[in-house]
């Protein structure tokens, strides 16, 4: 009978040393991570009581939240900027399958909007979507693509179609992260992997990360990642009101 190997990271083997370049043990780590999780599934109820905390959790904020929210956001992005209320962009679902995915919008209306990704400081960005994307308020029209069954409250981010293509192509095992439902946050978000790409290897590391979730993954996982992005939150929001830097999630 096969048992469920508990990957720790980072892996040690006394008899296949890995290789001390970041890219090489990098490498290495996707392969032993390809083979551990072909063996994994997760507990028999996992994926229906996943399904009942997601559409419980959504339709709970829609309704006591989300009620209330979008007029009032919805007036200020009016006031602030030209354009519509909502960004509706075509992103990489479960098994490569399109969808669309749900934002308040941050940004100037741009034609860049769908190959470029948002950087700090980024020029199109207006005055209330910095505070938005900061409290990561422009993300909770998501609940609603959670309750439409295209995303999951705890899961790797959806990429841009652009990204999905580019990124297969060139990083190892990326498309693993497409074998489970794409969530508003993950496990590479609460490790402080959001935002701008600017290294490879900082791409690799978030594909790491959502492996390992997959390789993990529970309802006491996905609770642990919840809390670790309430915290996460605020620790961002106090260094923006001071005037320091923060990371732009994509």
Same mark, same amino acid.
């Given at each position: 009978?096969?048992? $469920?190997? +508990?990957?720790? /990271?980072?892996?040690?083997?006394?008899?296949?040393? *890995?290789?001390? #370049?970041?890219?090489?043990?990098?490498?290495?780590?996707?392969?032993?991570?390809?083979?551990?999780?072909?063996?994994?599934?997760?507990?028999?109820?996992?994926?229906?009581?996943?399904?009942?905390?997601?559409?419980?959790?959504?339709?709970?904020?829609?309704?006591?939240?989300?009620?209330?929210?979008?007029?009032?956001?919805?007036?200020?992005?009016?006031?602030?900027?030209?354009?519509?209320?909502?960004?509706?962009?075509?992103?990489?679902?479960?098994?490569?399958?399109?969808?669309?995915?749900?934002?308040?919008?941050?940004?100037?209306?741009?034609?860049?909007?769908?190959?470029?990704?948002?950087?700090?400081?980024? $020029?199109? +960005?207006?005055? /209330?979507?910095?505070?938005?994307?900061?409290?990561? *308020?422009?993300? #909770?029209?998501?609940?609603?693509?959670?309750?439409?069954?295209?995303?999951?409250?705890?899961?790797?981010?959806?990429?841009?179609?652009?990204?999905?293509?580019?990124?297969?192509?060139?990083?190892?095992?990326?498309?693993?992260?497409?074998?489970?439902?794409?969530?508003?946050?993950?496990?590479?978000?609460?490790?402080?992997?959001?935002?701008?790409?600017?290294?490879?290897?900082?791409?690799?590391?978030?594909?790491?990360?959502?492996?390992?979730?997959?390789?993990?993954?529970?309802?006491?996982?996905?609770?642990?990642?919840?809390?670790?992005?309430?915290?996460?939150?605020?620790?961002?929001?106090?260094?923006?009101?001071?005037?320091?830097?923060?990371?732009?999630?994509?």
């Amino acid at each position: 009978m096969k048992q $469920d190997v +508990i990957l720790d /990271l980072p892996i040690e083997r006394q008899n296949s040393p *890995i290789p001390q #370049t970041d890219i090489a043990s990098i490498r290495y780590l996707f392969h032993e991570m390809n083979q551990q999780l072909l063996d994994h599934q997760p507990a028999n109820y996992y994926f229906t009581a996943k399904r009942i905390m997601d559409v419980t959790i959504s339709a709970v904020f829609i309704v006591l939240v989300m009620s209330w929210l979008t007029p009032l956001i919805a007036l200020l992005i009016k006031l602030t900027s030209k354009g519509p209320v909502f960004f509706i962009q075509k992103r990489t679902g479960y098994m490569g399958v399109e969808f669309n995915c749900f934002k308040f919008r941050t940004m100037f209306v741009n034609d860049e909007a769908d190959v470029k990704q948002v950087s700090i400081n980024d $020029d199109r +960005i207006t005055k /209330l979507g910095k505070i938005l994307r900061l409290t990561h *308020i422009d993300e #909770t029209p998501q609940f609603f693509n959670v309750l439409l069954g295209d995303m999951s409250v705890v899961g790797p981010r959806p990429h841009m179609l652009y990204h999905t293509r580019y990124y297969s192509e060139c990083i190892p095992y990326y498309n693993l992260r497409l074998e489970v439902l794409p969530g508003m946050t993950g496990m590479a978000q609460i490790k402080d992997y959001i935002g701008e790409i600017s290294v490879e290897r900082e791409l690799r590391k978030r594909i790491q990360w959502d492996i390992y979730y997959m390789k993990n993954r529970s309802i006491r996982l996905d609770i642990n990642i919840l809390l670790g992005t309430t915290g996460m939150i605020f620790r961002k929001a106090l260094p923006f009101f001071f005037g320091k830097k923060y990371k732009q999630e994509a």
